[in-house]
């Protein structure tokens, strides 16, 4: 019997992963989560443990998917299945729009209704979300989770880690730097430094 995509990660964000692995016509048979009174997430059973990944791996399991919107532990568990000796697959829902000439690093999602433009990068373990739109040129970096809505203009750089919250809005060329959080709703008008917050519109660094 062949064997399916092991994802790590049994909550709401996992359930939108697990949805578009389907709609790409993957097969999804076990999610990793924390004990709980739940047994199935969007009908795929919950193995209770980091430890299952292991496990799954030495049974011959080789195709995961991590499924955490936290940026930081999305990374580290996404470190740890490589090491494990796992392939970090892409979930990119068929209802996206993604340009043939953009650069998609290991472990991406792209969720239902985005848009990526022309020479675009997106970097491994990263996040387009639902009806997002990221334009030609832009550089985004690994573990970032652009959110729902957001709409980011061509030429903007995005560092690794780093949060847009949910329509978030960049003007064109922007710089923002790495583990940065931009809050819902902000309008982005110029560069933002490493580790900062922003919020409002034009966003403005929360001191």
Do not use: W
Not at 8 to 30: F, N, P, T, W
Not at 56 to 65: H, Q, T, W
Not at 83 to 94: S, V
């Amino acid at each position: 019997m062949e064997k399916g995509i092991v994802v790590v990660g049994a909550g709401g964000h996992a359930k939108v992963c697990i949805e578009s692995l389907r709609a790409m016509g993957k097969q999804v048979d076990y999610c990793i989560g924390e004990a709980s009174d739940c047994e199935l997430c969007v009908g795929v059973p919950i193995l209770a443990g980091d430890e299952n990944l292991k496990r799954l791996r030495d049974e011959g399991y080789e195709m995961a998917f991590i499924a955490i919107g936290s940026n930081r532990l999305r990374g580290r568990l996404g470190g740890l299945a490589m090491d494990m000796g796992y392939q970090l697959t892409n979930a990119i829902h068929p209802s996206a729009v993604v340009s043939p000439s953009v650069r998609l690093g290991a472990g991406v999602a792209v969720m239902a209704g985005a848009v990526i433009n022309a020479e675009a990068s997106i970097g491994a373990l990263s996040i387009v979300n639902t009806g997002a739109t990221v334009d030609h040129d832009c550089a985004i970096g690994e573990g970032v989770h652009i959110a729902p809505q957001c709409g980011l203009a061509g030429n903007v750089k995005v560092g690794d880690l780093s949060f847009l919250g949910v329509g978030t809005r960049v003007i064109p060329g922007i710089h923002i730097g790495t583990n940065v959080t931009v809050g819902a709703g902000a309008v982005v008008i110029s560069d933002i430094d490493h580790g900062r917050t922003v919020v409002g519109v034009p966003a403005r660094l929360i001191k």
